[in-house]
């Protein structure tokens, strides 16, 4: 079956840091590319990091430097590293899944230029001032 399942949101103070994890099962697994996207309420939602298979990485503007984004192939697992958490973070958080073993590239995973052709169901960050 494929799926993707989130885990690891929160609520944390500004300053904090969480880890968020994606299990891919099924073709997910084996996706070129994967990644991080949220949507805050009331905005549209928007890329935050994205990854191919050969570990190329890409981060919007407003995470560089804050974010990491990971991949454990053995444990089919994604990860996001939040740290420095600002209150502009606060989001719903899905993780994403091209839908073939080939993906456009990182960066057009992030911007758009590729739809992602799995999600999962999300995990709410909640970042306090």
């Known amino acids: 079956q494929e799926k993707l399942v989130e885990s690891g949101g929160g609520v944390v103070q500004a300053g904090g840091s969480l880890r968020l994890s994606c299990l891919a099962s099924?073709?997910?697994?084996?996706?070129?590319?994967m990644g991080w996207f949220r949507q805050a309420p009331g905005k549209e939602r928007e890329g935050v990091a994205a990854?191919?298979?050969?570990?190329?990485?890409s981060y919007a503007d407003s995470v560089k430097g804050r974010f990491t984004v990971s991949k454990n192939n053995a444990e089919n697992t994604l990860y996001l590293q939040m740290n420095n958490l600002k209150p502009d973070d606060t989001a719903m958080y899905y993780c994403?899944?091209?839908?073939?073993?080939?993906?456009?590239?990182?960066?057009?995973?992030?911007?758009?230029?590729?739809?992602?052709?799995?999600w999962g169901q999300g995990t709410q960050v909640t970042v306090s001032s």
């Open positions: 990854i191919t298979t050969d570990g190329e990485t």
């Open positions: 099924g073709k997910t697994a084996s996706s070129g590319c």
């Open positions: 994403a899944a091209s839908r073939w073993t080939y993906c456009s590239g990182d960066y057009l995973f992030l911007t758009g230029g590729e739809v992602p052709g799995h």
